[in-house]
């Protein structure tokens, strides 16, 4: 039934490419638990490493600190030049390259990281070290990569229920992996990062790129399909808070999902879908 339903995917939605079952374990390994030790990385690292060809474990890795580092030194910095916000486009399409091909077991996808990111590694090293903030946890790493893998696998069902969204919003910085896997598997080239990190970088509210457009995020988010992604839920503040900051630039429609949910909090969250476990 799960192949034939994927099947029906691929063939009526053009702007569908699902994942595939697979075993990930054959070509990766058991992935370690990064829930139970939380690592620190070093920016030097991440630049020595980032093109390392003969690990794609260890190359998703250093690509998601980068990543992480990036986009805070961003928000950081409170506005982004049209150079930085370009950077940060081309971070974002190296992110979708580099995860479907991890998710799809072709490992990492280095005409991505040669096109996207290395030509971009000074400019990005430049803004992170220019903010003082050198060290990233791997909260991406929270989950073992079957979680996210699962995510992908039950995205397209969720997608078939809900429509087939214009906007990807992702939690900041945990969502990134599983949106862009969603980027990917949608074929949608672009996502809305907000974040708000009440504990990490005490964050009194959802905070996203301001690029000094006034019409931003507005064009992304009015009168648009809108679907955030989260990479868990406890509580329920950050995805309620930020819910509410999308409905007021007047989506059409808002979906939400999430890689886990622990939380039992009831309505609005009772709409967050689980999708990162084997149904």
Known sequence: IERFIYGYFFSYYKKMKPLEEIRLSEMYGDPFDYGKKILDIRIGDVAKNISFENDPILVREMYFALTQLYYDSLIERGSVTPDQEKVWKDVCLAGKAITGSFYRNQGVNYDAVNTFLVPNLGDIIESIEGTGNLESTFRHCIYRYRSVYHFGRNLPNFIEEIGHPDTLVAVATGAFEPAFLA????????????????????????????????????????????????????????????ESLVNQFDPKKLDMCTVKKFTQVEDPLERVRELGRNH
């Open 183 to 242: 980027m990917d598997i949608l074929e949608i080239d672009d996502v809305l990062p907000i974040r708000h990190s009440r504990v990490s970088r005490n964050d009194k509210y959802p905070r996203f790129l301001d690029n000094g457009d006034s019409s931003y995020p507005e064009k992304l988010l009015n009168e648009k399909k809108v679907l955030i992604i989260d990479d868990m839920v406890d509580t329920g503040k950050t995805m309620v808070r930020i």
